[in-house]
T-cell receptor, first 113, second 112 residues
Framework: DTGVSQDPRHKITKRGQNVTFRCDPISEHNRLYWYRQTLGQGPEFLTYFQNEAQLEKSRLLSDRFSAERPKGSFSTLEIQRTEQGDSAMYLC???????????FGSGTRLTVV | GNSVTQMEGPVTLSEEAFLTINCTYTATGYPSLFWYVQYPGEGLQLLLKATKADDKGSNKGFEATYRKETTSFHLEKGSVQVSDSAVYFCALLPNAGNMLTFGGGTRLMVKP
């Protein structure tokens, strides 16, 4: 059990560029979550997968955001046409069985310049 | 909707002082309640949780009791250490959902 892995740890991009983040959950965890944390704030829910199905999406997830989880294993979060307001820490978490037992990754910090 | 309110920081304490960080919530039914800790540059680590009323979660000297009557889940520690310096988040998980709702976080600074 290597925990939840996120890649990259840091990403700096110019406004208008597209970025993609990857999350590798704990092996065999069937639930996967994405959260966004802006500076000085608590994390906010973005989306949730059970296996490969995306079951919940927050209103925060605008049309420029898309998340996938092919084959129910790793997940990607893509942001198109990035804006400065997208600058944040993007956190991934996974769980299996007891849904109260979330495990978070270390996050990807995005800076849009 | 669901919400979590926790005391604003920073909270600055001397080593071995008593710690209380207040947390209250709004939710229907009986959510599960959590405290997470975040060290600089890192993700969230679960500190403790309680899944039903009157349960006490505890870990590493930290404790919190799920009080349904006051909708609270205050975090306490009898004697803080410099290594406890971090940001602490209170959160809830509804009894029929998968989305955690977090408070705004409380920064704790412990001075030697």
């Amino acid at each position: 059990d290597t925990g939840v892995s996120q890649d990259p740890r840091h990403k700096i991009t110019k406004r208008g560029q597209n970025v993609t983040f990857r999350c590798d959950p704990i092996s065999e965890h069937n639930r996967l979550y994405w959260y966004r944390q802006t500076l000085g704030q608590g994390p906010e829910f973005l989306t949730y997968f059970q296996n490969e199905a995306q079951l919940e999406k927050s209103r925060l997830l605008s049309d420029r955001f898309s998340a996938e989880r092919p084959k129910g294993s790793f997940s990607t979060l893509e942001i198109q046409r990035t804006e400065q307001g997208d600058s944040a820490m993007y956190l991934c978490a996974s769980s299996q069985g007891d849904r109260t037992h979330y495990t978070f990754g270390s996050g990807t910090r995005l800076t849009v310049v | 909707g669901n919400s979590v309110t926790q005391m604003e920081g920073p909270v600055t304490l001397s080593e071995e002082a008593f710690l209380t960080i207040n947390c209250t919530y709004t939710a229907t039914g009986y959510p599960s309640l959590f405290w997470y800790v975040q060290y600089p540059g890192e993700g969230l680590q679960l500190l403790l949780k309680a899944t039903k009323a009157d349960d006490k979660g505890s870990n590493k000297g930290f404790e919190a009791t799920y009080r349904k009557e006051t909708t609270s889940f205050h975090l306490e520690k009898g004697s803080v250490q410099v290594s406890d310096s971090a940001v602490y988040f209170c959160a809830l998980l509804p009894n029929a959902g998968n989305m955690l709702t977090f408070g705004g976080g409380t920064r704790l600074m412990v001075k030697p």
